[in-house]
């Protein structure tokens, strides 16, 4: 993983280098290979470097081409196309660095050169021409950037801790910010919590100069061309070979890999697809990474759906081997503390440990199934209402019974119909009512009246829920635009820095998503079976009868909970949360904190987890404002 760091002072004065430097002393574990700064009258600019053995000519950066000086947190995909559309001859190419092929497209095709990059990237280039900063990130948000225009300076930063080591160190928490993560943290916020940071969205590009700034919106996924073929069995092979590109593009290293692995479909797919193929070069997957707990007596066996048996067959069909969680009570207690500011609001604890191990395995790329629920192993919400939309009610109805199992009663099917079918149409008022994907926070995750008063236009907006559309690629294209799939990467991408890896994200692919979208909708999300698109994709690869139950993992999550919630009564009884704090009520926090339950149900996980968001917000409050 490498990082970007910049300021640039639009009135002219020359940069103080020794300020400069210490705000690039504060992301130096983001590069432990090399850095490279330049600084030069009122322009910074530093990259820190990790090796991650690309298979090509290493980064030297800040790189200059012309009038324009680039640094880039990239890892290029489909370089050889990228190189032909720039009329770069394969045997030049393969001796150019990306940041070099960055540069090259962006004297071709300025701004538009976003268009032509494939992979994960977050870049900034400043043309000396007319003194302009161009900001960009990959489609998705795998790797994140951030800035801030203030005093006639600009800075950005892969990580917000370079941000704001800059300048006087009054970088304020901005309220609002943390009243929408209180009255509901499921819904990802466009903000960042310092008032005047700000984050360069996913797809989306800035243009910065003295006279203000430009920002477009340079790709969402959607259907540009429809694909045609004559048997539909062919376009499970069109896919599968896109897909089998797509993790190929992500093995270019000659350092160690790992997976993920959850015994679930996507997961399974890429630990498989990737130890195949790095076997077939002499080499082996060093492991996959779950986050189920190792067989014990405090976690034993659960049965038939304890996703540990789908993992060890995987595990054996891949030969390699996998490392089992270790999270447990104190993982989650120094979750609870770390900042939320500066690492994301994330909350999958579980993957903490996980990055001390691929750390201690000497893994530097981990491939992961992030966001191929959303992608390509969807389950076709919205295809129900299409099919009802285009006058289908008895395939409709004959689906929805299929789904419910053949002799499971008529009731559950008409209920699935109304769910997935009807509800899509319904307005918002009623649509609240029966929403299946809302997880309320009564309590506000225990906000203070106050901040609920000044913030009440927060607190009744409409939240931004992923609502069923009445059309599943309507539906898929809000579930990619959404931002919780950036909102964890940029997590891990802050907890991976001093672990010295990156995570690659194969099933979100600019080329897959496109792919996928170009595929016709009963293609795609009909079938009888939710997923039954990707399981056709993946065909004999993966063993019959995978699903994914997760039922030891959320037994160690269910052990960590109640531990911790333990020590935080006792905290609360040893005067721990006697401070005040402006954000929360703290005495319904504290009454809800010493009521610790003898054991979990559903009720008390959910109450539990506004517990954690409190918290969280009671140690940002602590670190800014006690």
Request: glycine fraction near 8%; charged fraction near 25%; aromatic fraction near 12%.
């Amino acid at each position: 993983m490498s990082a970007i760091i910049g300021c640039i002072d639009f009135e002219g004065r020359s940069i103080v280098e020794a300020t400069f430097r210490k705000a690039v002393a504060a992301i130096q574990h983001y590069g432990p290979d090399r850095t490279g700064s330049y600084v030069s009258g009122p322009v910074a600019f530093a990259h820190h470097f990790l090796e991650v053995g690309r298979l090509r000519k290493p980064e030297q950066q800040p790189y200059r081409l012309g009038p324009l000086i680039i640094v880039a947190d990239a890892l290029l995909d489909y370089r050889s196309e990228l190189a032909e559309k720039l009329g770069v001859a394969s045997s030049e190419a393969k001796f150019l660095s990306d940041s070099a092929l960055i540069a090259r497209g962006f004297l071709k095709f300025g701004r538009g050169v976003v268009n032509h990059l494939y992979g994960d990237f977050a870049i900034a280039i400043y043309d000396t021409r007319n003194r302009t900063i161009f900001l960009a990130r990959d489609h998705i948000g795998a790797r994140p950037l951030f800035y801030s225009i203030r005093g006639g300076f600009l800075y950005f930063c892969t990580d917000i801790r370079g941000i704001i080591s800059f300048g006087d160190g009054t970088w304020d928490i901005n309220d609002s910010s943390v009243a929408h993560y209180l009255f509901d943290p499921t819904v990802p916020r466009e903000t960042t919590f310092f008032s005047s940071v700000l984050r360069v969205k996913p797809g989306t590009s800035v243009q910065i100069s003295a006279d203000g700034s430009q920002q477009e919106q340079w790709w969402k996924p959607e259907q540009k061309s429809a694909l045609i073929l004559k048997d539909k069995g062919e376009y499970a092979d069109f896919i599968a070979e896109v897909v089998s590109r797509a993790i190929s593009e992500r093995l270019e290293t000659d350092h160690p890999v790992g997976s993920h692995l959850s015994g679930g479909m996507d997961s399974s797919a890429i630990s498989l697809l990737a130890s195949e193929k790095l076997r077939s070069r002499g080499r082996q997957l060093t492991a996959a990474y779950s986050w189920a707990p190792a067989l014990t007596a405090e976690f034993p066996d659960l049965g038939p759906n304890d996703e540990r048996r789908n993992i060890e067959i995987i595990s054996k069909k891949g030969e390699f081997p996998c490392r089992f969680n270790t999270a447990d009570t104190l993982t989650c207690l120094n979750f609870l503390e770390r900042g939320i500011e500066l690492d994301g609001t994330a909350d999958v604890f579980d993957e903490i440990p996980v990055t001390r191990q691929v750390s201690d395995d000497g893994v530097r790329v981990l491939l992961s199934g992030w966001g191929g629920d959303e992608a390509l192993s969807n389950h076709g919400e919205g295809y129900l209402s299409y099919l009802l939309r285009s006058g289908a009610f008895l395939s409709a109805a004959r689906l929805a019974r299929i789904r419910t199992g053949r002799h499971r009663s008529k009731r559950k099917a008409l209920s699935h119909l109304w769910t997935w079918g009807i509800l899509p149409f319904m307005p918002h008022e009623i649509y609240r009512f029966f929403d299946p994907y809302s997880y309320v926070y009564p309590n506000r995750a225990f906000a203070s009246s106050d901040l609920i008063a000044t913030h009440v236009n927060t607190s009744q907006e409409k939240r931004r829920r992923i609502r069923i559309s009445p059309g599943p690629k309507a539906f898929y294209q809000r579930l990619l635009m959404h931002g919780h799939i950036s909102e964890r990467m940029e997590t891990w991408a802050a907890w991976s820095a001093s672990k010295s890896f990156q995570y690659r994200y194969p099933f979100t692919d600019r080329v897959l998503i496109d792919a996928l979208f170009s595929l016709p909708i009963d293609v795609l999300f009909g079938g009888n079976q939710r997923r039954g698109f990707a399981k056709q994709v993946f065909g004999d690869l993966l063993p019959g009868g995978l699903h994914k139950y997760d039922q030891s993992t959320q037994l160690r999550r269910e052990h960590s909970y109640l531990g911790t919630w333990k020590t935080l009564h006792k905290n609360v009884n040893r005067g721990l949360f006697g401070g005040r704090c402006d954000w929360l009520n703290m005495a319904m926090l504290k009454k809800s904190l010493i009521a610790t339950p003898a054991h979990l149900n559903a009720e008390e996980i959910g109450r539990f987890a506004e517990i954690m968001v409190s918290v969280r917000v009671w140690n940002l409050y602590q670190r800014h404002r006690a």
